[in-house]
């Protein structure tokens, strides 16, 4: 989007956006709501239907969305469907010269740099993963990691930046890195606050006590103030699952590969998830990593308050 004294002017140039489930979505809408011409699919109908009802054009199948618009979005689950959609579903030859392809999934870079020597002359690449939770894709807070050639780059941000804070990070590939890295740090911090909370719980100290004590200390973090609400109301966050948690692990493991010596915390993080997945699901809520804690120690993570679930944020 371009912007005019902070107003938010469409881009002139049509957006296919492929993905609509807990991220894209949201995504998809604030683009819609900046009054972008949004292509939309999805192999659920109903997720279209709910994006032509904002005010999107309904694709047919995956080609026929990119065949039509200027830039394509696309925002799954996990590298195999990008891989499905660009190559089986024949996306990325149905691409027209001079479009440009943004994936905003979280992604193994060797396939973005595949999928970008396979895609027809002309057509630039840029992967553009995010991070912010439903919450931040609803109220264009997302915070972008962009990899590629300048020119596409730039291109890219003329509707990026409708979504949230875009940092620049490199080279095609080297967004979903930096991307991996903080999600990396991020699932350390959630294995672990599920840990400080029952040791404390276990010595008579009360957990409004921890919690307060947690937000104005060193133990501060993103968890602490996004993610603990989801364990003390309950339901452990849904809207991101522990499958897609081991999956962004299993990528941060293909690049631990090389290094000289182990990542001990991110191993054990690794085997936190993997444990939380072997008891609750693995479609359980990510929070479930703390919910061991509770099952294994007979506590309980409840704490009275408002907290607002991540997928009902909608406070601009």
């Known amino acids: 989007m371009a912007r005019d004294e902070g107003v938010a002017v469409a881009t002139r140039e049509t957006i296919g956006f492929i993905g609509l489930g807990n991220m894209g979505a949201p995504m998809c809408g604030r683009l819609l709501d900046a009054g972008c011409a949004v292509v939309a699919f999805d192999l659920d109908a109903d997720r279209v239907e709910r994006a032509v009802g904002r005010g999107a054009a309904a694709a047919t199948s995956a080609a026929d969305c990119a065949a039509r618009v200027d830039v394509l979005m696309t925002s799954l689950p996990r590298p195999d469907d990008v891989d499905a959609v660009l190559r089986k579903a024949g996306a990325l030859d149905a691409l027209g010269p001079g479009s440009l392809w943004v994936d905003l999934t979280t992604n193994r870079k060797e396939l973005l740099a595949a999928l970008a020597t396979e895609a027809p002359a ?51 590939g080297s967004g979903n890195v930096v991307k991996l890295v903080t999600n990396q740090l991020w699932f350390v911090a959630a294995a672990a606050i599920g840990e400080g909370f029952a040791l404390g719980m276990a010595h008579g100290v009360d957990l409004g006590v921890l919690y307060r004590s947690i937000r104005q200390s060193v133990g501060d973090s993103f968890v602490a103030r996004h993610d603990a609400p989801s364990i003390f109301a309950g339901h452990y ?49 990510e929070l479930h990593v703390a919910k061991r804690l509770e099952d294994d120690n007979g506590l309980e993570f409840r704490l009275d308050g408002d907290w607002t679930a991540p997928w009902e944020v909608t406070d601009e």
Do not use: H, M
């Open 122 to 172: 002309g057509v630039g690449v840029v992967d553009a993963p995010v991070t912010g939770a439903v919450d931040g894709a609803r109220n264009g807070r997302l915070t972008i990691f962009a990899g590629g050639a300048p020119a596409p780059v730039a291109r890219a941000r003329a509707v990026l930046d409708e979504l949230g804070t875009v940092i620049e990070c490199g080279p095609l």
């Open 237 to 285: 966050d849904p809207s991101f699952t522990l499958d897609l948690c081991l999956k962004d692990l299993g990528l941060v493991e293909e690049l631990q590969v090389g290094l000289a010596g182990p990542l001990l915390l991110t191993d054990a993080a690794r085997a936190a998830f993997g444990d939380a997945a072997d008891r609750y699901g693995a479609d359980a809520g």
